[in-house]
């Protein structure tokens, strides 16, 4: 049979998931709805930085250049490092751009054929059943619509844009009895940087959000209007976030990101060992996670100005929440630039904003929501099955069902890259697309449905464990090296990637470690 492969996306995940591909000898498709590539790195505003420090966001065959000097770079050095990555591996001829995929549907198997399977596409097998996938592709610049068939489906579509998570309030107090201005943070990200820095000059703003995109809008609108218009922020659940210097953010890959920081947390699968260490070394996990937050309130003014979490460090940091703080976020809330209000709900009124507990309304001629994305929403609406829709998303109060983070165990021939989390997406990403292609090319043996649905509930359970009312976040990062540990052996590959007992258990782990791992056999 044919083994077409069609990767709908341009961004980090599907160069990845390309550039692996083709290693391995197939000739991918990459369908791009933009006429560049880098996803969400086109669609930030002007003051945004890497959320994590360049060595650790890198990919493992292909080093920042030299001259990037910022241990967290700017936007736009982000971009160009992702652009050359996809130049130096001659990329750019296997993608479509202006290419957007409208929706797929999976053909040639009847859903009570598939229901009766034991293993995944029948056979266990990436390219094993007689069915295709019918992909609608619409032509942004001649509004021309294609189908396209395939065997394989890589979705790369990224869960941080396109489907806006808009609050919804009654109609009394929605925002169309403001008389200002409303927008998400999307829409301020996506204009050009000119119109933007002239769509808030001389505003009165007020920014609803807390966590890293609030943080950076809140910064351009009081570098452009001082303390004359002051940006309003409005937070209903601050999060812990770091500084970008001092000690905790210097020993955190010490503190969290090595292989005695993981025997401190239950991990799904473990042995009775295993899980027997990680309940006496709980005092110590709650200690370090207390520590964290005992520094960042000496650090930070947060109880001067009401934003001291309610919920520990360590679930933020479990649900890929620990954000970077701008360098000088707080000189602005000093200096008047910026005011706070914590406040669970509000309202919108004519003038503008009124929060719980005030009557006077926080008057506003333009509001920013930056209250995040429906990326569960978003990929559940690519499918044209109502199947295929509700095997994704089960039930509010499920993850998504991905097994290795990768394959959903009743969806053949289809990969989901980039909806799981990592602290650091990029390394995650790659070693997902490495576990992905040894698939594709038979080098894996997948466990039966059922045991790949028992091993999506396990991480399911550990995910709502440590990361609480935000474990819909899928977030594997304070369990990222057990969990390569795994995608590791599934490719015969040795997990043990440091030289010496104490590097292994002591040292942090990153990009580097994994280098040349699609070579490297036990």
Same mark, same amino acid.
């Given at each position: 049979?044919?083994?077409?492969?069609?990767?709908?996306?341009?961004?980090?995940?599907?160069? #990845?998931?390309?550039?692996?591909?083709?290693?391995?000898? $197939?000739?991918?498709?990459?369908?791009?709805?933009?006429?560049?590539?880098?996803?969400?790195?086109?669609?930030?505003?002007? =003051?945004?930085?890497?959320?994590?420090?360049?060595?650790?966001?890198?990919? =493992?065959?292909?080093?920042?250049?030299?001259?990037?000097?910022?241990?967290?770079?700017?936007?736009?050095?982000?971009?160009?490092?992702?652009?050359?990555?996809?130049?130096?591996?001659?990329?750019?001829?296997?993608?479509?751009?202006? =290419?957007?995929?409208?929706?797929?549907?999976?053909?040639?198997?009847?859903?009570?054929?598939?229901?009766?399977?034991?293993?995944?596409?029948?056979?266990?097998?990436?390219?094993?059943?007689?069915?295709?996938?019918?992909?609608?592709?619409?032509?942004?610049?001649?509004?021309?619509?294609?189908?396209?068939?395939?065997?394989?489906?890589?979705?790369?579509?990224?869960?941080?844009?396109?489907?806006?998570?808009?609050?919804?309030?009654?109609?009394?107090?929605?925002?169309?009895?403001?008389?200002?201005?409303?927008?998400?943070?999307?829409?301020?990200?996506?204009?050009?940087?000119?119109?933007?820095?002239?769509?808030?000059?001389?505003?009165?703003?007020?920014?609803?959000?807390?966590?890293?995109?609030?943080?950076? #809008?809140?910064?351009?609108?009081?570098?452009?209007?001082?303390?004359?218009?002051?940006?309003?922020?409005?937070?209903?659940?601050?999060?812990?976030?770091?500084?970008?210097?001092?000690?905790?953010?210097?020993?955190?890959?010490?503190?969290?990101?090595?292989?005695?920081?993981?025997?401190?947390?239950?991990?799904?699968?473990?042995?009775?060992?295993?899980?027997?260490?990680?309940?006496?070394?709980?005092?110590?996990?709650?200690?370090?996670?207390?520590?964290?937050?005992?520094?960042?309130?000496?650090?930070?003014?947060?109880?001067?100005?009401?934003?001291?979490?309610?919920?520990?460090?360590?679930?933020?940091?479990?649900?890929?929440?620990?954000?970077?703080?701008?360098?000088?976020?707080?000189?602005?809330?000093?200096?008047? =630039?910026?005011?706070?209000?914590?406040?669970?709900?509000?309202?919108?009124?004519?003038?503008?904003?009124?929060?719980?507990?005030?009557?006077?309304?926080?008057?506003?001629?333009?509001?920013?929501?930056?209250?995040?994305?429906?990326?569960?929403?978003?990929?559940?609406?690519?499918?044209?099955?109502?199947?295929?829709?509700?095997?994704?998303?089960?039930?509010?109060?499920?993850?998504?069902?991905?097994?290795?983070?990768?394959?959903?165990?009743?969806?053949?021939?289809?990969?989901?890259?980039?909806?799981?989390?990592?602290?650091?997406?990029?390394?995650?990403?790659?070693?997902?697309?490495?576990?992905?292609?040894?698939?594709?090319?038979?080098?894996?043996?997948?466990?039966?449905?059922?045991?790949?649905?028992?091993?999506?509930?396990?991480?399911?359970?550990?995910?709502?464990?440590?990361?609480?009312?935000? $474990?819909?976040?899928?977030?594997?990062?304070?369990?990222?090296?057990?969990?390569?540990?795994?995608?590791?052996?599934?490719?015969?590959?040795?997990?043990?990637?440091?030289?010496?007992?104490?590097?292994?258990?002591?040292?942090?782990?990153?990009?580097?470690?994994?280098?040349? #791992?699609?070579?490297?056999?036990?």
């Amino acid at each position: 049979m044919e083994r077409r492969v069609v990767i709908i996306g341009a961004g980090i995940s599907g160069l #990845l998931a390309c550039k692996y591909s083709v290693e391995k000898g $197939f000739d991918p498709v990459v369908f791009e709805a933009e006429d560049r590539i880098g996803g969400v790195w086109n669609h930030t505003i002007q =003051s945004t930085k890497l959320q994590n420090a360049k060595d650790g966001f890198r990919f =493992s065959d292909f080093d920042w250049p030299a001259s990037v000097q910022e241990i967290f770079p700017s936007h736009t050095e982000v971009l160009d490092y992702v652009e050359s990555y996809a130049r130096h591996f001659n990329l750019y001829p296997y993608i479509k751009f202006h =290419s957007r995929v409208i929706n797929i549907d999976f053909v040639g198997e009847s859903f009570e054929e598939m229901k009766t399977w034991d293993l995944w596409g029948g056979t266990g097998m990436a390219f094993g059943s007689k069915g295709k996938w019918h992909i609608t592709v619409l032509d942004t610049e001649t509004n021309a619509t294609e189908v396209h068939q395939t065997e394989f489906v890589i979705l790369c579509i990224g869960r941080f844009s396109g489907l806006p998570n808009i609050l919804e309030l009654p109609p009394a107090y929605c925002s169309k009895v403001f008389d200002g201005k409303v927008m998400h943070s999307m829409e301020y990200s996506d204009m050009e940087k000119s119109a933007a820095a002239e769509l808030i000059k001389g505003k009165r703003i007020t920014i609803v959000g807390s966590q890293k995109s609030a943080v950076d #809008l809140a910064i351009e609108c009081a570098e452009a209007n001082g303390v004359k218009y002051p940006c309003v922020m409005i937070q209903r659940n601050p999060h812990w976030l770091l500084p970008g210097n001092g000690f905790l953010i210097s020993h955190f890959g010490h503190l969290y990101f090595n292989r005695f920081a993981e025997l401190r947390l239950h991990k799904p699968g473990q042995n009775i060992l295993y899980w027997l260490l990680a309940t006496v070394l709980s005092p110590l996990r709650w200690g370090i996670s207390k520590f964290s937050e005992i520094y960042l309130q000496w650090k930070l003014p947060l109880k001067k100005y009401g934003v001291v979490p309610r919920h520990s460090f360590l679930e933020d940091l479990s649900s890929c929440q620990i954000g970077m703080l701008p360098d000088n976020f707080y000189d602005k809330v000093e200096e008047g =630039s910026i005011l706070i209000k914590r406040s669970q709900s509000f309202r919108f009124c004519r003038e503008g904003l009124i929060v719980g507990g005030e009557d006077k309304p926080i008057s506003s001629d333009l509001v920013i929501l930056a209250t995040g994305y429906k990326g569960d929403q978003k990929l559940k609406n690519i499918f044209r099955s109502s199947v295929f829709q509700k095997y994704l998303v089960p039930s509010p109060t499920s993850t998504i069902p991905l097994y290795r983070q990768v394959i959903h165990p009743r969806i053949p021939q289809l990969a989901v890259i980039g909806y799981t989390e990592g602290l650091a997406n990029l390394p995650s990403f790659e070693i997902r697309c490495q576990w992905l292609t040894h698939l594709l090319d038979g080098n894996i043996k997948l466990p039966s449905i059922g045991a790949m649905e028992k091993d999506t509930a396990r991480w399911e359970s550990h995910m709502k464990r440590y990361g609480r009312r935000n $474990f819909w976040r899928s977030c594997v990062g304070t369990t990222n090296i057990w969990y390569n540990d795994q995608l590791c052996k599934d490719m015969n590959c040795n997990p043990r990637r440091k030289k010496g007992f104490l590097a292994e258990w002591f040292q942090p782990y990153g990009p580097a470690d994994y280098a040349g #791992l699609a070579d490297q056999k036990r």
